[in-house]
């Protein structure tokens, strides 16, 4: 899972992310930190509302894990790599 907690370590971590089934990936927040990408096991993409909590499936692939992905400098898009099968 994704916990989020304070730099100083005082307070309590709060869990972002609930469903335990599968290995989540790299995650990364867009520059106002309101928003946390990560991808996980099944090779989907998401975003995830910091304050909210509400989780958006962005994109699926169906040959790899989607493990690079950024949010632009103005956190208006997310930009991430994906492979196709070959003709």
Do not use: M
Request: a positive charge; zero cysteines; aromatic letters at 12%.
């Amino acid at each position: 899972e994704i916990y989020l907690r304070d730099a100083s370590g005082t307070q309590e971590p709060r869990q972002l992310t609930k469903n335990g089934t599968v290995a989540k990936f790299n995650p990364v927040f867009s520059a106002d930190s309101k928003r946390l990408a990560f991808s996980d096991r099944t090779q989907r993409l998401y975003v995830l509302e910091i304050a909210t909590g509400a989780v958006s499936e962005i994109d699926k692939s169906v040959r790899e894990d989607l493990l690079n992905y950024s949010f632009s400098p103005d956190g208006k898009y997310l930009v991430y790599a994906k492979s196709y099968p070959s003709r």
